[in-house]
C-alpha cells in the first residue's frame, strides 16, 4: 500500500494565485516527519519546508506554508502568491519513527508537476 | 557553501561494466543516502549509511554496493552494470534521524545510461 499519496500528477495555476498542492500519508508510528522537496527542471531537489508529528503549529517557511490535518493525516502544501520560478516538480515525503532506524524509513511520494502560467 | 557535491554528473556504460559515484558533503552530517529517480516515480532509497564505517540496505539495493570509509564521503558502487540500472542517482546527507534533524540536502544528481 502506498504510504505517500500525491493525486495530482499536474497542475497549471495562473501567477499570482495560490496553489495547494495534495499529500496524504498513511503510517501507524506515532513519531513521524514531513517534508516537502522542489525539483526544477534542472534536477536538484530542494529542501522547502518540514512538520514533525508533534508538532502543534503549522509550519511555515516564507511564501510555502504547511496545511497539517494529523486526523486526516493530509500534509498540504501551500504557495502563497505563485511566481514562475515555482514552476517544478513537488515531492511530498515522510519519514517514520526516529533514530538510526528511521533512516531507512524516508518514503516519497511520486510528486506533482507545478506549472505557472504568466 | 558546496553542500553535497556528486560526480560524475553524466555517465554511459556499456552492460557489464563497472563504476563508482562519489558523493562529498562538506556539512560534517552523521547520515548519508543514496537514491535512484525513474521516470514518474519518486526517489527510492538505495543504501544510507549512518555513520563513518556504517552502511544498510534501503529499498532496492540489489546491484549497488557502497562504501563510507571517512565522514564526509559516500561512494555508490556498481560491479556489472545493467539496463535497469539506467537512471539518475541522488545522494543525500542529514545531521542525523530524530525530528528537524532528519532533513535531508541532496546534490544535483548523476544521471546514468546503461547501454
Known amino acids: 500500500a502506498q504510504k505517500i499519496t500525491q493525486t495530482q500528477p499536474g497542475m497549471f495555476v495562473q501567477e499570482k494565485e495560490a496553489v495547494t498542492l495534495d499529500c496524504t500519508y498513511d503510517t501507524s508510528d506515532p513519531s513521524y516527519g514531513l517534508f516537502w522537496y522542489k525539483q526544477p527542471s534542472s534536477g536538484e531537489m530542494i529542501f522547502l519546508i518540514y512538520?514533525?508529528?508533534?508538532?502543534?503549529q503549522n509550519a511555515t517557511e516564507g511564501r510555502y506554508s504547511l496545511n497539517f490535518q494529523k486526523a486526516r493525516k493530509s500534509a498540504n502544501l501551500v504557495i502563497s502568491a505563485s511566481q514562475l520560478g515555482d514552476s517544478a516538480m513537488y515531492f511530498c515525503?515522510?519519514?517514520?519513527?526516529?533514530?538510526?532506524?528511521?533512516?531507512?524509513?524516508?518514503?516519497f511520494g511520486s510528486g506533482t508537476r507545478l506549472s505557472i502560467r504568466p | 557553501n558546496a553542500g553535497v557535491t556528486q560526480t560524475p554528473k553524466f555517465r554511459v556504460l556499456k552492460t557489464g561494466q563497472s563504476m563508482t559515484l562519489l558523493c562529498a558533503q562538506d556539512m560534517n552530517h552523521e547520515y548519508m543516502y543514496w537514491y535512484r529517480q525513474d521516470p514518474g516515480m519518486g526517489l527510492r532509497l538505495i543504501h544510507y549509511s549512518v555513520g563513518e564505517g556504517t552502511t544498510a540496505k534501503g529499498e532496492v539495493p540489489d546491484g549497488y554496493n557502497v562504501s563510507r570509509l571517512k565522514k564526509q564521503n559516500f561512494l555508490l558502487g556498481l560491479e556489472s552494470a545493467a539496463p535497469s540500472q539506467t537512471s539518475v542517482y541522488f545522494c543525500?546527507?542529514?545531521?542525523?534521524?530524530?525530528?528537524?534533524?532528519?532533513?535531508?540536502?541532496f546534490g544535483a544528481g548523476t544521471r546514468l545510461s546503461v547501454l
Open positions: 512538520q514533525g508529528s508533534y508538532d502543534q
Open positions: 515525503a515522510m519519514r517514520e519513527g526516529q533514530g538510526y532506524s528511521s533512516a531507512s524509513k524516508i518514503i
Open positions: 543525500a546527507s542529514s545531521y542525523g534521524a530524530g525530528e528537524a534533524k532528519n532533513i535531508q540536502y
